[in-house]
């Protein structure tokens, strides 16, 4: 059984208002309006002094659960949104491993579903973990670490036409095979390679079938998990916008108060860690009791489009 055994996330202290983008990116006072009346987004992360390595290492060093248990970690797996995001020969994960003390551990990265990665690194530690030879003690089993973390360091990582604004930031998970919370009850994900806009496919087709399309992948990971949307305590989204996510709850028929919207306004769309900063806020709220079903949810887009949907037990 998959479980996040802890969770961490960093986020830059510095806060850049959606008007000061306006230069940099060439947005009209009419994009700039629709962003922050529309579809509730104030202000990113950003910090030009840190590097995609301070990133990581600041997420990594957060997992207080990580100190003392290096030594049983055999997977290290980065999910991100982009393909390539440093120069060559420059590598952050494996310097990040080296001043972790993981440098033994296996370290490889998942970018195939751009912002849903990280569901797909989750998912891919439960099974390389599962793989291992089982522990002599319960508790004292292998584990993985899980990485995300992004710069926004061109302009189509900086924001999304008419949809939202990225910010910078990172998160690192602990996951086990034997956790005694967070355990993960359903995943499901689909691929959708007609959505490729380079290949010519059409936006407009795409926003059009975006909804229907993440619905159907909630309904299968519900499934798979054995509940309902009705016995979901909390939905922890991706930070894509507000409007989206009000216009997907009428559709499933879901209480738009129970899906934890408060973090798109603050930080933006943090690209892959998105799931995980909500965790995070949620569990600092005591918005999720013992035992809650919760889900989260994901939409990658690049080559296509991956819509994603997990389910964990708190």
């Known amino acids: 059984m998959t479980a996040l055994d802890a969770v961490s996330v960093h986020l830059p202290q510095r806060r850049v208002p959606i008007e000061s983008l306006a230069g940099p990116l060439g947005l009209t006072e009419m994009q700039v309006r629709l962003f922050r009346r529309f579809h509730g987004l ?10 995609l390595h301070d990133l990581l290492l600041h997420a990594a060093t957060g997992l207080t659960a990580l100190r003392g248990q290096e030594h049983r970690v055999r997977f290290v797996v980065y999910g991100r949104a982009f393909p390539v995001v440093v120069p060559y020969p420059v590598n952050p994960l494996h310097d990040v491993c080296r001043a972790l003390g993981l440098g033994h551990a296996v370290a490889f990265t998942l970018t ?5 990665s990280a569901l797909l690194a989750i998912e891919m530690a439960g099974r390389l973990l599962a793989a291992e030879p089982a522990p002599h003690e319960p ?5 993985a670490l899980v990485l995300t973390g992004e710069k926004a360091f061109t302009r189509d990582a900086q924001f999304i036409p008419e949809t939202s604004v990225f910010s910078e930031g990172a998160s690192a998970c602990l996951v086990s095979s034997d956790g005694p919370r967070d355990r993960l009850l359903g995943y499901a994900c689909q691929q959708r390679g007609e959505f490729d806009v380079a290949g010519g496919a059409s936006g407009a087709q795409f926003q059009r ?4 399309a993440l619905a159907e992948v909630i309904g299968q990971a519900l499934a798979e998990a054995g509940v309902t949307l009705d016995d979901i305590r909390l939905i922890l989204p991706h930070n894509v916008n ?3 996510w009000q216009r997907l709850c009428r559709l499933l028929g ?3 108060d129970r899906v934890l919207l408060d973090n798109v306004r603050e930080t933006g769309h943090v690209f892959c860690a998105d799931a995980f900063a909500n965790y995070l806020t949620a569990c600092e709220r005591e918005l999720l009791r013992p035992g809650d079903r919760y889900l989260i949810a994901a939409v990658g887009a690049g080559d296509g489009a991956t819509f994603a949907a997990m389910v964990f037990a708190h």
């Open 42 to 51: 104030d202000q990113v992360r950003r910090d030009p002094d840190l590097s």
């Open 209 to 212: 079938e975006y909804r229907p």
């Open 139 to 143: 508790g004292n089993g292998p584990l």
């Open 112 to 116: 195939q579903q751009s912002c849903a």
């Open 242 to 244: 507000i409007v989206t």
């Open 254 to 256: 879901f209480p738009r």
